[in-house]
């Protein structure tokens, strides 16, 4: 089992950072695949930002060149660093778990964003 837990989200303007830290514990495996995912209200969640086992990072459009995504294997703890924040990037941020070995997917429990406009 796994859990994972958010911090770091809060209120920000426009134009603001802010770091989140997603905590794994419990059997962690290097050999997975994490992730930032968020849901603003009334629409669907969708994945931000994701990094492999090897590293390799992925984004949505929208955040490239502002969010970046870090993983810090010796503390089992993933990161999602969010520069030039905009109103748009207001909701709940989910951090997520790929297990390679078992396919399971592990979530925290969110935190919240919010950019003031």
């Known amino acids: 089992q796994v859990q994972l837990v958010e911090s770091g989200g809060g209120l920000v303007q426009p134009g603001g950072s802010l770091r989140l830290s997603c905590a794994a514990s419990?059997?962690?495996?290097?050999?997975?695949?994490m992730g930032w995912y968020r849901q603003a209200p009334g629409k669907q969640r969708e994945l931000v930002a994701l990094?492999?086992?090897?590293?390799?990072?992925k984004y949505v459009d929208s955040v490239k060149g502002r969010f970046t995504i870090s993983r810090d294997n010796a503390k089992n703890t993933a990161y999602l660093q969010m520069n030039s924040l905009k109103p748009e990037d207001t909701a709940v941020y989910y951090c997520?778990?790929?297990?390679?070995?078992?396919?399971?997917?592990?979530w925290g429990q969110g935190t919240q964003v919010t950019v003031s406009s």
């Open positions: 997520n778990l790929k297990s390679l070995i078992s396919s399971r997917d592990y």
């Open positions: 419990g059997s962690i495996f290097n050999i997975n695949h």
């Open positions: 990094i492999t086992s090897g590293d390799i990072t």
